[in-house]
Nanobody, 120 residues
Framework: QVQLQESGPGLVKPSETLSLTCTVSGGFISSTDYYWHWIRQPPGRGLEWIGAIWPEGSRVYRPSLKGRATISRDTSQNRFSLQLRSVTPEDTAVYYC????????????WGQGTQVTVSS
C-alpha cells in the first residue's frame, strides 16, 4: 500500500517561505517508474499544478511559480519537499503531493492534502 503524507506549518506570514514535506511509504521516490508532484487547490478554485521532480532529480515548475518555487528530495528518508518563497494571501490553498505512474499515465496516489493559510 503506497501512502503519501504532507506535513508542514498550516499558517505562513506574507513575504515568508512556505515549506512542506511529502513523506512516501510503500514506494521509492528514486524509482524510474514514477514522478512526484506538488498540486494545490485555492479556496473556490480548481486544482493547480505546482511542479514535479523526476527520479533522477530534475525538476519542472508551473511557469508562473518558477521564480519562487523549489522542489527537492531526500532519498535517504524517502521524501520530497516544496518551498515557495515570498508568499502572498493568493498562495492560500490545500496543498497535495501526488505520484504519477508512467505506465498508467495517471496520478495513482495522492496525499490527503494539507491546508496552508497565508495571513498576518
Amino acid at each position: 500500500q503506497v501512502q503519501l503524507q504532507e506535513s508542514g506549518p498550516g499558517l505562513v506570514k506574507p513575504s515568508e517561505t512556505l515549506s512542506l514535506t511529502c513523506t512516501v511509504s510503500g514506494g521509492f521516490i528514486s524509482s524510474t517508474d514514477y514522478y512526484w508532484h506538488w498540486i494545490r487547490q485555492p479556496p473556490g478554485r480548481g486544482l493547480e499544478w505546482i511542479g514535479a521532480i523526476w527520479p533522477e532529480g530534475s525538476r519542472v515548475y508551473r511557469p508562473s511559480l518558477k521564480g519562487r518555487a523549489t522542489i527537492s528530495r531526500d532519498t535517504s528518508q524517502n521524501r520530497f519537499s516544496l518551498q515557495l518563497r515570498s508568499v502572498t494571501p493568493e498562495d492560500t490553498a490545500v496543498y497535495y503531493c501526488a505520484r504519477f505512474e508512467e505506465k498508467r499515465w495517471a496520478f495513482d496516489y495522492w496525499g490527503q492534502g494539507t491546508q496552508v493559510t497565508v495571513s498576518s
